[in-house]
Every structure is written in structure tokens, then in C-alpha cells.
T-cell receptor, first 114, second 112 residues
Framework: SAVISQKPSRDICQRGTSLTIQCQVDSQVTMMFWYRQQPGQSLTLIATANQGSEATYESGFVIDKFPISRPNLTFSTLTVSNMSPEDSSIYLC???????????FGQGTRLTVV | GEDVEQSLFLSVREGDSSVINCTYTDSSSTYLYWYKQEPGAGLQLLTYIFSNMDMKQDQRLTVLLNKKDKHLSLRIADTQTGDSAIYFCAEMDDSNSGYALNFGKGTSLLVT
């Protein structure tokens, strides 16, 4: 199984600022994903982080708001830009290997925007 | 997108069995998952089942899959207070989703 570490685990941020969340996997993985879990809700996929190319965003999410980096096969970052209180959520990183059935998650980053 | 539906709440007494149900609409779902989320924590992968299986057992957990009805269930035997959490059902269609998961809204299990 893959162990995924996210930093920070939580943060309280002022509106208008940006926060970068880091995701580190203990082994090389093909796929990395970023999800958002709004309060009391399920998980929604933000984007797939592609190594060596731009991330693939889901409908409703754009690169200017959620820029993503994937510099290598074990690391990715998600930035939440120009934050507003509506961005208050848990952000989770996930990894997967093409053809491997298991999909593991980090512990999440609990973001509160005030 | 495709839907994954779960009942929102379930309450059981300690020692009883819990059954959490999930339905999905994507007939191309390849893998189906159960995750557990405790308060303030991330997602813990409990178990998963390949779509060509109809049952999988792992200690106290039994997963049943009715592919015809697109119905998945998770049975927890001898439920303990530590099992109180939110349980998410998720499906993956590896033919077009790029291995990302599609989640239900979660079932909040309360063990009394």
C-alpha cells in the first residue's frame, strides 16, 4: 500500500490569499489526484495531476484558481488561489497506479478561509 | 456524471451487524470501493471489489455486489463503537475516468 502525506494538515487563511498544499507519496505512482470535500459533503474530483504536463481539470475547476504541479512521480502540489470563504473545505490527495486497483488517500488538509 | 447513491444515516447497537447499501448507475464500473472516514481524518480504504466478483470477505467485512441491479453493500459483523464513522462507496470506470473515483455522499454510521 502507498503512504501519502499531506502538508499542512490544517490552516486558517485570510480571504484573498493563496495556500499551497503538498502531497508526498512514499513510492512512485502513475496517477495523482486532488479532491475537494466541502463541509458535510462527498468528495469531488478537482483534477488529475499529470507528471511532466498540465493537470487535467474537471468541469467547474480551472487552472487559474487551482494551479497544480507534478514535478516527479512522488510529489504534487495544489494551490488554492485568491481564497474566499466558499473555498473552506478539506482537500485530499490520492494516488493510483494504472491497472492497480487500490486507491489511497492522504489525511487531507482542512482549510478554513476567514 | 454517473451517480452513486447511499443512505445518509444508519444506527446500530454494539455487537449487531451493520449493512450499508450503495447503488450506482455506471454500467461500466470496473472497481467498487468502501472507504471509512473518522471525524477530522482522511479516507481509509477498507476494501474493494472487482466488478466480476459478487462477494468478498475480509475479517469482519463482507462486500456483496449485485452487478445486474448495480447494488453494492458492506456488512460489518459484530459492530463496535470504533466503527462509528462515515462510510463512502465509490466506483471507478477505468475505461474513461483515468482511474479517478466517483463517490457517494457517505453513510454516517452510529454505534450505540
Amino acid at each position: 500500500s502507498a503512504v501519502i502525506s499531506q502538508k499542512p494538515s490544517r490552516d486558517i487563511c485570510q480571504r484573498g490569499t493563496s495556500l499551497t498544499i503538498q502531497c508526498q507519496v512514499d513510492s512512485q505512482v502513475t496517477m495523482m489526484f486532488w479532491y475537494r470535500q466541502q463541509p458535510g459533503q462527498s468528495l469531488t474530483l478537482i483534477a488529475t495531476a499529470n507528471q511532466g504536463s498540465e493537470a487535467t481539470y474537471e468541469s467547474g475547476f480551472v487552472i487559474d484558481k487551482f494551479p497544480i504541479s507534478r514535478p516527479n512521480l512522488t510529489f504534487s502540489t495544489l494551490t488554492v488561489s485568491n481564497m474566499s470563504p466558499e473555498d473552506s473545505s478539506i482537500y485530499l490527495c490520492s494516488s493510483g497506479q494504472g491497472g492497480n486497483t487500490e486507491a489511497f488517500f492522504g489525511q487531507g488538509t482542512r482549510l478554513t478561509v476567514v | 456524471g454517473e451517480d452513486v447513491e447511499q443512505s445518509l444515516f444508519l444506527s446500530v447497537r454494539e455487537g449487531d451487524s451493520s449493512v450499508i447499501n450503495c447503488t450506482y448507475t455506471d454500467s461500466s464500473s470496473t472497481y467498487l470501493y468502501w472507504y471509512k472516514q473518522e471525524p477530522g481524518a482522511g479516507l481509509q480504504l477498507l476494501t474493494y471489489i472487482f466488478s466480476n466478483m459478487d462477494m468478498k470477505q475480509d475479517q469482519r467485512l463482507t462486500v456483496l455486489l449485485n452487478k445486474k441491479d448495480k447494488h453494492l453493500s458492506l456488512r460489518i459483523a459484530d459492530t463496535q463503537t470504533g466503527d462509528s464513522a462515515i462510510y463512502f462507496c465509490a466506483e471507478m470506470d477505468d475505461s474513461n475516468s483515468g482511474y479517478a473515483l466517483n463517490f457517494g455522499k457517505g453513510t454516517s454510521l452510529l454505534v450505540t
